[in-house]
């Protein structure tokens, strides 16, 4: 069975989308089977594998709207045993439109994934920066949530608003909904206070915490302007080794 993890954080640039590319890739990269689904209108995962969104038809929305079956909106990446479910630009609001002909509106993405016919090890979900519908959906299908945290003021404030956030979803809708880890991000080894704010969320969140940081890396943006992960694009840089070590602590989890 596949296991489903939202990578989510209502901050904006966080290095969600960096994390859900790389760290695919990464888990492709050590012989797992892994799709990739691009939950976010500003299609910066797809981007990130060289997809062109003005031109995709078959996007996770028009799968969420009921237009086409989930099947028939995989696509396959450079990368060996990496999938992708694009997303692509959209005007109308997706919400009022499933509202109207759905009444468990917060399911539907769940059953989206029920119908999916290849087998995955891993469904790796980048989900937008917002509480809003869509990562209400990813939510309730989820097993678990990894959520980047940049290192710098207000980090454990951050932490402890998202862990209210996932308490709730937990609550109504998600009794099961894990905490894959808090992962520390554009971690800057020059900077005097990155340490001290690793150590401060180490000291309060220290079991949900992976020991990986990913360090502030040029070649993540970089490989991002080339649709490619960084794992191709520059295996031995210090980013795409961050996201190498992070997989193998995710794949560790399962034996937790
Ligand atoms: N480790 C890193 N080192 C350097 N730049 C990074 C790193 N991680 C991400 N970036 C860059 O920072 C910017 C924001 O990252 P990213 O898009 O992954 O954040 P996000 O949380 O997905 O943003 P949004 O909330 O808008 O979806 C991007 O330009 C990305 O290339
Ligand atoms: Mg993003």
Redesign the pocket.
Known sequence: MSKIIAIS?QK???????TAINLSAALASLKRRVLLIDM?V?G?SSRGFGIDITLVNNSIFDVLIGKININKSIKKTMVKDLDIIPSKPIITSLESYINKNEQNSYLIFKKCLGDLESEYDYIIVDC??SLGFLTLNVLVAANTVLI?VQCEYFATEAITQILSSVSRIQSQYNPELGIEGFLL??YDSKSSFADEICNQVRGLFKENTFLTR?????S??ES?AKGLPVTLFRPTSS?ALAYISLAKEVIDHEER
């Not at 904006?12 to 960096?18: L, R, S």
């Not at 990913?214 to 040029?218: G, L």
């Open positions: 954080n904006g640039g966080v290095g969600k989308t960096a976010d500003q910066n937008p920066p980047p991000t554009m990913i360090p502030r890396n040029v993540i943006p991002n980013g």
